[in-house]
């Protein structure tokens, strides 16, 4: 399973909020084991799914705000409610808006993921910055990002 | 500032990973008894902007501010900025010939209170 759990990136407006989903799939391997004849999507799965719009997103607006890029660690996840159930077939519409962004420092979001437009999972996300290691982690974040948001509107 | 104080420790205990509010003291330092980690001052900054309502940088308490403003290129507190930093920290556990390293393992709940009382007013 490769773990890019964000399939697009569907709207971004900056320092505010990005909208995104992922496609659930009977084919995900996650199923085999999660569980065998009673597929149901993890929700550790939507929290890291949100995460990694999240942290994108973040990543984006400070290199957009013309800051040096930084990586974006998950580093606090908390009152995460899982609300309903996520299955192959679904299709999990991920919101983050941006309760705080200090650059230098940290972000905060709240996040949910919708299906058919009502809450499965909701919570609150703190990302602290770091200098990225090496220009390879770089590269591939940045390959994910524009791929993700190849068809991504921009709300200024 | 000791209702300030109490819900300071209280906030810190699960974001350190402690048993309970009896293992914080006022002069509990934050590094040094209370073992929190670089990480940890991300959730405490970001604690304190939730639960008191006022940001702090993290420079203002990792001494980042004083080191570019006052610590001469020694990297040693002088007499009149050890006096400045107890001032600002309601304390007097700050003494000339300290480094920035030193000053940081010893930083107390009651120094993090005095910030946010002081940010608050």
């Known amino acids: 399973m490769r773990f890019y759990l964000v399939d697009k990136v569907t709207e971004m407006c900056p320092g505010k909020y990005v909208e995104g989903y992922k496609c659930v799939s009977l084919s995900d391997d996650i199923f085999n084991e999660h569980f065998p004849g009673s597929p149901i999507f993890p929700g550790t799965l939507i929290i890291e799914g949100m995460a990694q719009l999240s942290g994108l997103f973040l990543e984006w607006c400070r290199t957009r705000a013309g800051y040096p890029p930084r990586r974006a660690a998950l580093t606090l996840v908390q009152r995460v409610k899982f609300r309903g159930m996520v299955t192959p077939g679904d299709r999990l519409v ?52 524009k791929f993700a948001t190849r068809d991504a509107r921009i709300v200024e | 500032m ?111 209170a005095a910030v946010i009382s002081k940010k608050m007013s």
């Open chain 1, 94 to 145: 991920y919101r983050a808006d941006v309760k705080c962004l200090y650059p230098d420092e940290y972000g905060a979001v709240k996040v949910k993921a919708l299906k058919d437009g009502r809450v499965c999972a909701e919570g609150e996300l703190l990302f602290t910055f770091l200098d990225i290691a090496d220009a390879g982690m770089l590269e591939v974040s940045d390959a994910l990002m």
């Open chain 2, 2 to 112: 000791q209702d300030i104080e109490a819900k300071l420790k209280e906030n810190l205990v699960p974001i350190l990973g402690l048993e309970s509010v009896d293992d914080i003291h006022s002069d509990s330092a934050l590094v040094r008894d209370l073992g929190a980690e670089s990480i940890d001052y991300i959730e405490i900054l970001y604690m304190i902007e939730t639960e008191f309502g006022v940001k702090i940088k993290i420079s203002e308490i990792t001494m980042n501010d004083y080191g570019v403003e006052g610590i001469p290129e020694d990297g040693r507190l002088t007499a009149e900025l050890a006096a400045q930093l107890n001032r600002d920290f309601d304390s007097d556990q700050f003494k000339e010939g300290q480094t920035t390293a030193d000053i940081f393992q010893i930083f107390t709940v009651h120094n993090l």
